[in-house]
C-alpha cells in the first residue's frame, strides 16, 4: 500500500473539469501546479491554488523550466485541443512521469492516450452519464460503478428487512449483496453488522453485483 497521501501534483488545463480537481485536491492539503494557456483563468486561480502558472504545455522547455520533468503525478485535463492533450501527454510519458492521468472526451482520444502509455484515463463526461443513468433508471441516492460487474449504491432499505437485526434477514443469500453503513437522521454513517436494525427513513450503502446493488431496495 501507499505510505502517505500525494501530496504534489501537476494540473495542465483549467477548464471545467481541472478546476474542479484543483480546487478538490487543494481542499484536501495538496501542493497544486495548474499550467493553462488561457491567461485570464490563470489569474483567476492565482491565490486559490499554490502556484497558477500561464503556458503552453506543448511546449517542452517551458515544462521543464517549471520542473514539470521531475513531477511525479501528473494530470493532463485538456479536452479543447485533443492534439494539445497528446502532445502534453507525449512531453510528460517522455520526461518519465512515474504516474500521468489524463482525461479523454472520446473513445478515439482515450484509446490514443492509452497507447502513448498514460496510466490513467478518464472519460469523465462518459462516466457520469452512465452514473446519472442508474441513479434515474434505479431511483438510487447515487451510483458508483466498481467495475467488474460490481456496484456501490447509495439508497434505501427494502421494506422487507425493517425493524429486526440484519443477521435474522440473510441479506447475503436472499439478496445476494453487502450492506456495509447506514446513515441515521441525524446525518452520522454508521458501520452495519449483524446486530444492526434498519429503518425506513436511513439511507444504506449496499455493494454486490450491478443487477442485485441496484434492485435491493425494491425489496
Ligand atoms: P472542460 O471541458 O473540463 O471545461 P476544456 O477541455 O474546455 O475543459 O478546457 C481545457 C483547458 O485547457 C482550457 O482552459 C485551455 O485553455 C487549456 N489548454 C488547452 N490547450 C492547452 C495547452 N497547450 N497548454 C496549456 N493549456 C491548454
Avoid at 451510483?143 to 443477521?167: C, F, K
Amino acid at each position: 500500500g501507499h505510505a502517505s497521501l500525494v501530496d504534489s501534483i501537476v494540473i495542465i488545463g483549467l477548464g471545467r473539469f481541472g478546476q474542479s480537481l484543483a480546487l478538490e485536491l487543494m481542499a484536501d492539503g495538496a501542493d497544486v501546479l495548474a499550467i493553462d494557456r488561457n491567461e485570464e483563468l490563470v489569474q483567476q486561480f492565482n491565490g486559490k491554488i499554490t502556484h497558477a502558472v500561464q503556458a503552453d504545455a506543448t511546449n517542452e522547455e517551458v515544462l521543464r523550466q517549471l520542473g514539470v520533468h521531475e513531477a511525479t503525478h501528473a494530470v493532463v485535463a485538456i479536452g479543447d485541443s485533443i492534439e494539445g492533450s497528446l502532445l502534453t501527454s507525449s512531453l510528460l510519458m517522455g520526461f518519465g512521469v512515474r504516474h500521468v492521468w489524463a482525461k479523454a472526451v472520446s473513445d478515439a482520444h482515450g484509446r490514443i492516450l492509452s497507447q502513448i502509455g498514460v496510466h490513467h484515463v478518464v472519460h469523465p463526461e462518459r462516466e457520469s452519464g452512465v452514473r446519472v443513468a442508474h441513479q434515474v433508471r434505479a431511483q438510487l441516492k447515487d451510483y458508483i460503478d466498481l467495475g467488474g460487474g460490481y456496484a456501490l449504491v447509495r439508497t434505501t432499505p427494502p421494506a422487507s428487512v425493517l425493524g429486526q437485526p440484519l443477521r435474522e434477514v440473510h441479506v447475503r443469500s436472499k439478496f445476494g449483496v453487502t450492506v456495509i453503513a447506514s446513515k441515521r437522521p441525524d446525518g452520522r454513517w454508521v458501520d452495519v453488522s449483524g446486530d444492526s436494525i434498519l429503518s425506513a427513513d436511513d439511507e444504506i450503502l449496499v455493494t454486490g453485483p450491478i443487477e442485485k446493488a441496484e434492485r435491493f431496495h425494491l425489496g
